[in-house]
C-alpha cells in the first residue's frame, strides 16, 4: 500500500509564492510518474504538472513559467515551487504517484492553497 502525505498549502496574496511537497511511502515501483492536480470551487481536476522517475517535467499551460515541479527519488518526494501566484490558482492541490508495472493511481489527502487578490 502506497501513503503520500502533502504540505506546504496556505493563504498568500497575490504575486507570493508557495511551495508544496509530497511524501510517498510504501511499496513503490521506481517506474512511476508523480505530480499534482488542482480542484478549484465548482470546478473539475485538472492535471497541473507531472514528472517522471527520469525526471521530465509537464506542465498545464497555465502554469508555464510559473511553477517548478521536482523530486527528490531517495525521499520518494515531489515538489511543487509556486511563484508569481495569482487569484485563478485558488484550488485544493492533491499530490498523486502513478505507477506504470502494474498501472495504479495513488492520491494524498489535498491541501488547500488560496490566493487573494
Known amino acids: 500500500q502506497v501513503q503520500l502525505v502533502e504540505s506546504g498549502g496556505g493563504l498568500v496574496q497575490a504575486g507570493d509564492s508557495l511551495r508544496l511537497s509530497c511524501a510517498a511511502s510504501?511499496?513503490?515501483?521506481?517506474?512511476?510518474?508523480m505530480g499534482w492536480y488542482r480542484q478549484g470551487p465548482g470546478k473539475q481536476r485538472d492535471l497541473v504538472a507531472s514528472?517522471?522517475?527520469?525526471?521530465?517535467?509537464n506542465y498545464t499551460d497555465s502554469v508555464k513559467g510559473r511553477f517548478t515541479i521536482s523530486r527528490d527519488n531517495a525521499k520518494n518526494t515531489v515538489y511543487l515551487q509556486m511563484n508569481s501566484l495569482k487569484p485563478e490558482d485558488t484550488a485544493v492541490y492533491y499530490c498523486y504517484l502513478l505507477t506504470l508495472t502494474p498501472r495504479t493511481w495513488y492520491w494524498g489527502q489535498g491541501t488547500q492553497v488560496t490566493v487573494s487578490s
Open positions: 514528472i517522471t522517475s527520469g525526471g521530465g517535467p
Open positions: 510504501g511499496s513503490i515501483f521506481n517506474n512511476n510518474i
